[in-house]
């Protein structure tokens, strides 16, 4: 079972992170969006491993060649994707790792960078 307490503390450090990075390119941006979006939900989905699973893998393609990570929020990351490796292969974790809608509700405003 996933600790969501200690998931949701790294979760915040890894945007605070990044909320400080001097340039706030797009893609910081979608992350930083997609951060706080997991963090506010990740007590009330159905299957928070498979959420912080596709969260990791989001980032990962998300900042692949355009977002520079420090070490401290590469290990943060690090930390994200061992925490999620008890999702295990099921259908809900397979998504479009680039899709930034998948972690916002029919209804709700997402924001377009």
Known sequence: MLDIKTTKKVIHELYD??????????YLLNITDV??????????VDNPEAWLSRLVNYIYMEAFG????????DNLLIELGDLSKRSGLNGRNRANFNDKSQFYGLFEKMPRR
Do not use: G, I
Request: a negative charge; proline letters at 7%.
């Open 17 to 26: 992170a990044l909320h400080e990075h001097p340039d706030q390119s797009p």
């Open 35 to 44: 951060l706080s979006q997991v963090y506010m939900k990740l007590d009330t």
């Open 66 to 73: 355009r977002v520079h990570f420090s070490r401290e929020e």
